[in-house]
């Protein structure tokens, strides 16, 4: 694509603008249901700056099943700020769980079995859907190894098994248990020209915990055309994938521009430590 220095200054210039852009859009919403009261849903925004987001929860009842190097596992250590309150390393890192409040964080739990569909725009040609299906699942894999959670792809794996997304899905609310992934033709009007991607999750309390019921994704061909191939840990059309799936399992966005998940995707843009902990987190709810 762009062989000298200054193509690629411009070309990075302009996908860290059109990212800029679209991050303003980018809203991760959660609709609590609280079940045992059979009360009507509650549309909750959360906004991602908040203060008082933190891990620290999370890290005090998790069960972590993954391996975590050192410099991953350090950032799990608590420390107290009085009166019962603890800030934890990870915190002090930038990264910030998707919702932390006095429920604690929404995470799923780890034998919740959580089938992954993934749908695409018929519009889109052929050679381009198989190639996001491809970058979707090897994301989805990467995520499942460095959760732990116990995710499943059920449908749309395969090109026999391919599944179509329509205009009534990709505004509906998944069944319990399943993360719908959408990626929609640009031209179309569920998302704006600008608009990249964007995650809704549906959340319900049980025993005193708050836990994902189903999340729904949009990804736009907009950014598959955009964004550079390559692996997940550098800027490319997998990492922004990546980032949008770890907001369905309850990561929110980092303060750290050299992380994954942090609103812009920078060049620097990798998968920290801090990252590496979080998604270690993110599948240590014990049952
Ligand atoms: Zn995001």
């Given at each position: ?14 996908i860290a603008l059109l990212l800029a852009v679209v991050v ?172 990249l ?29 955009t964004m ?12 922004a ?22 609103p812009v995707l920078a ?21």
């Open positions: 694509m762009a062989r000298n220095p200054d193509d690629r200054r411009r070309l990075f210039k302009r303003a859009g980018l809203v991760l919403v959660v609709f609590l249901t609280r079940s045992e009261q059979k009360e009507p849903e509650i549309a909750l925004g959360y906004n991602f700056t908040l203060d008082g987001k933190s891990w620290s929860p999370a890290i005090k009842e998790g069960n972590i099943r993954v391996e975590l190097d050192w410099d991953a596992a350090k950032l799990l250590t608590l420390n107290p700020t009085g009166s019962g309150n603890f800030i934890s390393e990870l915190d002090m890192a930038g990264s910030n769980p998707s919702v932390s409040n006095q429920f604690g964080n929404l995470l799923w739990p780890q034998c919740t079995r959580i089938a992954t569909e993934i749908f695409i725009d018929q519009d889109i040609p052929a050679a381009t859907r198989s190639q996001m299906r491809d970058a979707t699942i090897s994301v989805f894999l990467w995520l499942k190894e460095l959760t732990g959670l116990y995710i499943v792809l059920t449908k749309g794996s395969s090109e026999r098994g391919e599944e179509f997304s329509t205009g009534a899905q990709r505004i509906s609310t998944p069944d319990d248990n399943i993360i719908a992934i959408h990626w929609v033709n640009k031209e179309n009007t569920v998302m704006s020209p600008d608009e991607a964007a995650a809704t999750m549906w959340a319900t309390h049980k025993n005193g915990q708050q836990i994902p019921r189903s999340s729904r994704i949009r990804l736009s061909s907009n950014l598959f055309d550079p191939d390559g692996e997940i840990d550098r800027l490319s059309k997998k990492m994938i990546a980032h949008e799936l770890s907001h369905a399992f309850g990561i929110g966005h980092s303060n750290d521009p050299d992380s994954y998940m942090y060049p620097s843009a990798s998968i920290t430590p801090a990252d590496r902990a979080a998604l270690a987190l993110t599948g240590s709810r014990a049952c």
